[in-house]
């Protein structure tokens, strides 16, 4: 694992842990204290895979998930938004989420320091708040899913300096670009899993060869993640990183 410096127009220091999918968490927390990070944002896929059994706490199941939030709260305010994997999350496992520190911005914005943190959730979450099953199609369907936009007008709006937590790097292209946002950090693609001459092999949402998997593409910054695997295919050229975002003082 290894930590990523960039510089980048923002008033607060801040580290960018994406994509844990439940691995172990001490390592990180230990090279995140030793930053200092004024917040920590976690743009979703705290928990791993998919589990559609509505009786079943997948944050208590998981057993690395809640100390990987305390630890983070401990070091600096915390801040989540609800990627793919997390649509398991209903509104009684938001409390276990506060109750370790942590802000979730479930398609919503709160203000800290004079910076408007905003979290946009998931598509997956609209589709399985819908169906709450796994399908054949799940991927078609999926890919014609949109996120939940319209909170972000009022969003757009504020004064303040504007961070937002997308946990898809394809949404910023697709739908955030445009928009009156200083800032947008992402993660999901995993590094391209694969890396070879700097580029990652395949990343869902984008197929293979994808253009936007790790670094800073005009005013979004994507993680490589934290996850060792996905799907059993090893990450290869690839380490897992914790990026900090330090404030461009030229």
Not at 88 to 94: G, H
Request: hydrophobic content about 35%.
């Amino acid at each position: 694992m290894k930590v990523t410096h960039y510089k980048y127009n923002t008033p607060l220091k801040i580290v960018l842990l994406s994509d844990l999918h439940n691995n172990p968490y001490e390592k990180i927390i230990k090279k995140v204290s030793i930053v200092k990070p004024d917040i920590i944002t976690i743009p979703g896929d705290l928990v791993k895979g998919y589990v559609p059994n509505g009786e079943i706490s997948i944050l208590e199941e998981q057993k690395n998930v809640i100390p990987f939030l305390k630890g983070c709260s401990e070091i600096a305010p915390t801040f989540m938004s609800i990627g793919n994997h997390d649509w398991m999350i209903k509104e009684r496992e938001k409390e276990i989420i506060k109750s370790c520190g942590v802000t979730l911005l479930d398609n919503e914005y709160v203000i800290f320091r004079n910076v408007a943190i905003g979290g946009l959730t998931s598509a997956f979450k609209l589709f399985f708040d819908e169906t709450d099953t796994i399908s054949a199609n799940m991927g078609a369907e999926l890919s014609k899913k949109v996120p939940e936009l319209n909170w972000l007008d009022e969003f757009e709006k504020r004064s303040e300096y504007k961070l937002l937590l997308c946990h898809h790097p394809e949404y910023y292209f697709r739908h955030l670009k445009n928009k009156n946002i200083d800032l947008v950090v992402a993660g999901h693609c995993h590094g391209g899993q694969i890396r070879l001459f700097g580029h990652g092999l395949y990343a869902p949402g984008q197929g293979i060869l994808p253009k936007y998997t790790k670094g800073i593409y005009e005013k979004l910054i994507i993680s490589t993640g934290l996850a060792g695997t996905i799907k059993f295919v090893p990450r290869l050229f690839n380490p897992r990183e914790v990026v900090v975002i330090e404030p461009d003082c030229n």
